[in-house]
């Protein structure tokens, strides 16, 4: 389990002297990005909230502010597996503006999707601050704060992640405390830094930035911010003690096993001796052991048989004997000449030593031989890869095919390499073989064989066995084939995707070409339609609960005057009426009495009183019948009706010149309020909302903003995001989930009975590539097919 500190700071950059921090610890973006030295389309200088440091104001869509591959890299080796860091900045963004402050991701091109490892994100259409990053799962993860920073004001920000304890402030005051996913900084090669903007289309900042900085250390608004110092030890801190604790745990049990198969090894070791043998013909040889094998000597070396032609000397035989060769020797040797009749077999049995086997007929009178006599069945001296042959009056030798003698009389013989001396008839496309007394052809590979000394090219598109894609076009070529991929397709052969032009909507995937499947919720040809559970009656929600679409799915909202009990049903069930009266949520004038009903409240004047009818709201007096515009919303209207406040959203008139297009951006028709979808292909007019990567879009006055797609809450332990889709589901078996509630009481046992706590890894005992994980009391494990 890893546990990461990530403090995230945007504000005011103030000079304290009570809090320094080491230069080698600090990275200043704009003097990585040489802002104000090199020239950035849509990037000014301009006066800043304070004169000690340059200020920029980023305008336009048409900038491309990001670090070069060499200020990227020496940024993010800072940053790179580091625990806790802290980033910086005082910032002033326009009104409404929905823009990222900076971000970190690595693009896929493939798929067209960018793994932000670190985005911060203000968006002045909803009022929220969104922090993006993937989580240690490499999952994608989104945490949104509702708060307004596009106001045209000045800020001091700062938002912590200590492990999973998030904590934004603003303005140096807390404002949110969250538990999420750990976050990983585990940045690839190539990973990118922008500021302003998410990427060259997307995510434009419209405004000013001052003193963006990235601090290596924890807790670094301290340097903005001095009366937030710590005194207690945060989130990272315990859970680094607690990584460690599982890192020991971890050696433990590797060095308990590698003490166990040392121990296992030495005891073998005690009552043996290895050494490394020959063995030939049935015969073991141990190491340095020499033989002569036929006319060769051989030793063994390492395990390995190495022999050498026997060099004969010429013969110096003395008077009365001659050189001749005797079964079993490879060398002549000196014998006693004998009488004709005892130099070869003459079948008479008068002689008193056995005549000596030779491949020379003897130049003597011959005697008389039976007809037919087999003299090779009597016995003769050919060795190995060496054939006995009758003639009329003896045997002689004769190497087999294949072999040359290694002395006159063919009794030994050793192997011709017909591919070394190029006595071979292999052909083009082949490669010769040695073999024992022959030689073989190989076809080269993509070649097949036409005889045994010809190969012909080898068509694998017409036998099937390419690597092409099923949805592309095979090539036959010399020596193997290419792939391309069918029109409509698109890819490099092997792999090949249909090709949609950007036509599925909604998160639909292109299946052929101009084929979308759709996702969940989705239908139509491009998947441009969401199904509307509601209206068309596939959910019926309790009776104080309404039915609310929403893009891709739908869930029971709570009807005025209800709210949730907190045990969450999906039909609205748990919802129970709200007591308006007790809680003070009311309207009522202090003229009337207030009584409450199921799902509303009612103000009633008492007996004899004459009541003006008027209303409370925001604690303000509403006279009666008066309408108004809410402050925080001016697109909703409210009136007072005998003491009752009823509010409604504004209701949109195209035909009306002076309609406010904010509140009715489908009446907006200008060109340059129109958006461009992600993929460049689709625009959008002002006001459409669409569904891409699991967010929501919505495009308004030529701006694009996403933010993640709403899901149904789920209460179980275990949850899985089936591929497709974007909400998670619960699920019981725990080594499919995606997400696990963690328990750290639950723990696990692995294979040496050591005590893993939840969330903890290791390697499998005795594997190299298995890896398993404790999942709350569950013992889940793997094999990585990379590490195979």
């Known amino acids: 389990m890893g546990f990461l500190q ?35 389309e849509g990037v000014s200088q301009v006066q800043g909230f304070h004169d000690e440091s340059r200020a920029f104001l980023f305008q336009g869509t048409s900038r491309n502010v990001r670090a070069t591959e060499e200020g990227a890299e020496r940024m993010l080796k800072k940053l790179r597996n580091r625990g806790e860091f802290t980033v910086v900045a005082t910032l002033k963004q326009e009104h409404l503006n929905s823009g990222v402050i900076l971000s970190i991701h690595h693009a896929d091109q493939r798929e067209h999707e960018y793994g932000r490892f670190l985005e911060l994100e203000s968006s002045g259409q909803r009022n929220e601050v969104r922090l993006h990053f993937r989580t240690q799962a490499n999952q994608a993860h989104t945490e949104i704060f509702p708060y307004t920073l596009a106001d045209d004001q000045w800020h001091k920000v700062s938002l912590a992640i200590s492990a999973s304890h998030v904590i934004l402030h603003v303005d140096c005051n ?58 207690c ?117 008068t002689h008193t030593q056995r005549p000596i086997f030779s ?32 003639l009329e009056a003896a045997a002689c030798c004769s190497c087999k095919d294949g072999f040359r003698p290694l002395r006159d ?38 070649y097949i064989r036409i005889d045994d000394y010809s190969c012909t090219e080898h068509d694998e598109c017409v036998t099937g066995q390419h690597s092409c894609d099923e949805n592309a076009l095979c090539f036959n070529t010399v020596g193997g084939h290419s792939c391309s991929c069918k029109p409509g397709y698109t890819g490099n052969g092997t792999v090949c995707r249909a090709l949609c032009d950007g036509m599925c909507q909604n998160g639909g995937t292109c299946v052929s070409p ?76 202090n003229d009337t009495v207030c009584f409450n009903l ?10 004899g009183h004459n009541c003006t009818g008027d209303c409370i709201h925001d604690n303000k007096v509403k006279h009666n019948s008066q309408i108004w515009v809410l402050e925080n919303d001016r697109c909703s209207v409210c009136s007072c009706q005998t003491g009752l406040v009823m509010c409604r959203r504004m209701v949109c008139d195209c035909e009306n010149p002076t309609v406010d297009l904010f509140c009715c951006p489908e009446c907006d028709s200008r060109l340059s309020s129109q958006c461009l979808h992600q993929n460049g292909l689709l625009t959008y007019s002002s006001g459409d909302s669409w569904v891409e990567n699991c967010q929501q879009c919505q495009c308004l006055q030529g701006e694009v903003d996403c933010w ?39 723990t696990c046992l692995d294979e040496h009975g050591i005590t893993r706590f939840t969330g903890s890894s290791w390697i499998k005992h005795g594997t190299e590539c298995t890896l398993c994980q404790c999942k709350n009391g569950h013992i889940c494990c793997s094999v990585d097919p990379m590490c195979l």
């Open 6 to 40: 990530l403090s995230l700071v945007l504000g005011f950059l103030g000079v304290s002297s009570g809090f320094g921090v080491d230069p080698s610890l600090r990275i200043n973006v704009f003097s990585e990005l040489s802002l104000g030295e090199d020239p950035f």
């Open 359 to 390: 491949v020379h007929t003897p130049t003597i009178d011959k005697l008389p031989v039976p007809a037919g006599h087999d003299f090779c069945a009597e016995g003769n001296g050919c060795m190995e890869h060496s054939d006995c042959i009758n």
């Open 174 to 231: 807390r404002i949110y405390e969250r538990v999420v996913e750990v976050p990983s900084m585990d940045l690839p090669k190539e990973t990118s830094f922008w500021l302003g903007q998410r990427n060259s289309a997307h995510g434009f900042f419209k405004g000013t930035m001052q003193d963006v900085q990235i601090l290596v250390m924890p807790q670094g608004y301290i340097s903005q911010c001095p009366d937030l110092n710590r005194t």
């Open 708 to 746: 993640p797609l709403s899901c149904p809450s789920v209460d179980c332990e275990f949850t899985l995001v089936p591929e497709g889709e974007c909400c998670p589901r619960c699920i019981t078996d725990p080594c499919q989930a995606d997400t696990i509630r963690n328990d750290i009481t639950k």
């Open 598 to 607: 199921d799902g509303g409240y009612d103000c009633r004047c008492p007996h």
């Open 409 to 446: 009389d063919n009794a030994y013989c050793e192997d011709i390499d017909e591919c070394a001396e190029g006595k071979h008839y292999c052909r083009e496309n082949t490669m010769c073989v040695n073999t024992p007394g022959s030689f073989m052809c190989i076809c080269h590979s993509g």
């Open 514 to 589: 101009n084929s979308c499947v759709c996702q969940q919720g989705f239908t139509g040809k491009r998947c441009e339609t969401d199904i509307d559970e509601c209206t068309n009656g596939l959910v019926e929600c309790d009776s104080r609960a309404t039915c609310v679409n929403l893009p891709g799915w739908y869930h029971c909202e709570c009807r005025d005057g209800y709210h949730d009990n907190g045990r969450f049903t999906a039909n609205g069930g748990s919802c129970e009426d709200v007591d308006e009266c007790k809680s003070g949520k009311n309207g009522c004038a």
């Open 233 to 349: 030890p945060t989130c990272s801190d315990f859970h680094g003690l607690v990584q460690k604790i599982m890192e020991l745990q971890d050696i433990l049990a590797k060095t308990s096993s590698k003490l166990s198969v040392a121990e296992e090894k030495m005891n073998g070791l005690e009552t043996c001796y290895c050494e490394r043998t020959c063995s030939v013909k049935g015969v073991i040889y141990r190491e340095d052991d020499a033989w002569t094998d036929g006319c060769r000597n051989c030793t063994c070396s390492n395990g390995t048989v190495q022999c050498e032609t026997i060099s004969c000397p010429p013969p110096d035989c003395p008077a009365g004997t001659a050189p001749v060769y005797v079964n079993g020797i490879c060398c002549k040797e000196c014998k006693r000449e004998c009488s004709p009749s005892l130099s070869t077999h003459t079948h008479t049995h």
